[in-house]
């Protein structure tokens, strides 16, 4: 028989970072909660929780935790129905979802369709950032219950949609083409003129030069790992760098910023994969994803993939729509700590 009680211990030290701020979400004193992990470790034979500030979940305690969403789901549902169920004056538990995605998808439609959720929701979420390509290892690794990712591939375990593809423009502002580029985008410009790079596995720059000129190339760059920033420096003239279309669309149409070889964008397809135990009780999150997506992406994608184990099976693109698929890219791995990917 599993203790839950010592489950919800664990669980609640990894959200609340410490086992003090735990005890008072559990109404219970911290020694009590730091004795529940300590034997729910000692029995199993390994470390569920990385003391310090905060403290954070192991691989395996990330799993533990994820089990205990899909119960907390499970016993909301369950004390909808049976109300009288529910312990007398106990603290309610309200449970939180982990979920992944790229800074960039976060800064242009995720958090749209994150908002309408939560407005009809009585789930909390919790969000981690990383590479879009990246995200999938958070669900691989159990430490999300879903992802938008850039993996195709359905994740073991996981339900997959195709949502369509975000746009990006390789810009700079007309200052920074004056002195760079005033001969063209050549290997020789690319090669002095500043870019901007999110962090070690961002690629998209590199992508973008193959794209145009066929080789890889070394260019200097700056390094800032924010979404709006890199549209800021764009128009400051501090570099050039790849900028979803959404961000920078009304600084091409005024001029405040250009592409560097107009009609050349980049398209990154995306998928959303969610925990295959969850995907029934986090049906309306997907589709406020998918609606989301279907107003924000480059429309084409947005179809259900046929190994969704639903109806309808998949579509494929609509005709014009081209995806340019990404190839592997920041390729770091992932660390123990949350990754504040692109």
């Avoid at 086992?19 to 529940?36: D, G, I, M």
């Avoid at 369950?78 to 800064?107: K, M, Y």
């Avoid at 691989?140 to 375990?157: D, F, M």
């Avoid at 790849?242 to 669309?249: E, I, T, Y």
Wanted: charged fraction near 20%; glycine fraction near 8%; charge should be positive.
């Amino acid at each position: 028989m599993l203790d839950y009680s010592a489950l919800r211990a664990v669980a609640a030290v990894v959200q609340t970072g410490s086992f003090e701020k735990a005890a008072r979400s559990l109404n219970v004193t911290p020694s009590a909660v730091s004795q529940r992990v300590k034997q729910l470790e000692e029995r199993l034979g390994v470390v569920l929780i990385a003391r310090g500030t905060p403290c954070t979940a192991t691989e395996k305690g990330e799993w533990l935790c994820r089990h205990m969403e899909n119960v907390g789901m499970l016993e909301g549902e369950l004390l909808e129905q049976l109300p009288a169920l529910a312990e007398p004056g106990a603290p309610p538990q309200r449970v939180t979802l982990h979920i992944a995605t790229s800074a960039d998808s976060l800064g242009t439609w995720f958090l749209s369709a994150l908002a309408n959720f939560a407005k009809r929701s009585p789930y909390l979420v919790h969000v981690t950032t990383d590479d879009e390509e990246h995200t999938a290892e958070w669900l691989q690794r159990g430490r999300v219950i879903a992802a938008v990712t850039s993996v195709e591939k359905p994740i073991q375990g996981c339900r997959r949609l195709s949502l369509g593809a975000l746009r990006y423009h390789a810009t700079a502002s007309p200052d920074f083409m004056a002195r760079y580029f005033a001969g063209g985008v050549t290997a020789a410009a690319m090669a002095n003129a500043p870019a901007l790079t999110f962090n070690q596995k961002d690629r998209l720059q590199g992508r973008w030069i193959r794209q145009m000129l066929g080789a890889d190339l070394a260019f200097p760059t700056h390094w800032l790992p924010s979404t709006q920033s890199f549209v800021d420096a764009s128009l400051s003239g501090m570099g050039w760098g790849m900028n979803p279309a959404q961000l920078v669309h009304a600084h091409l149409q005024s001029g405040r910023l250009v592409e560097l070889v107009p009609g050349t964008p980049l398209d990154v397809p995306l998928y959303w994969q969610v925990n295959r135990l969850a995907a029934d009780r986090l049906a309306e999150l997907t589709r406020e994803v998918v609606e989301t997506a279907k107003r924000h992406l480059l429309a084409g994608a947005a179809a259900t993939d046929a190994r969704m184990d639903q109806p309808g099976g998949s579509s494929p693109p609509a005709s014009g729509t081209a995806l340019v698929k990404k190839p592997p890219r920041r390729g770091n791995k992932m660390p123990a700590s949350s990754v504040n990917g692109r």
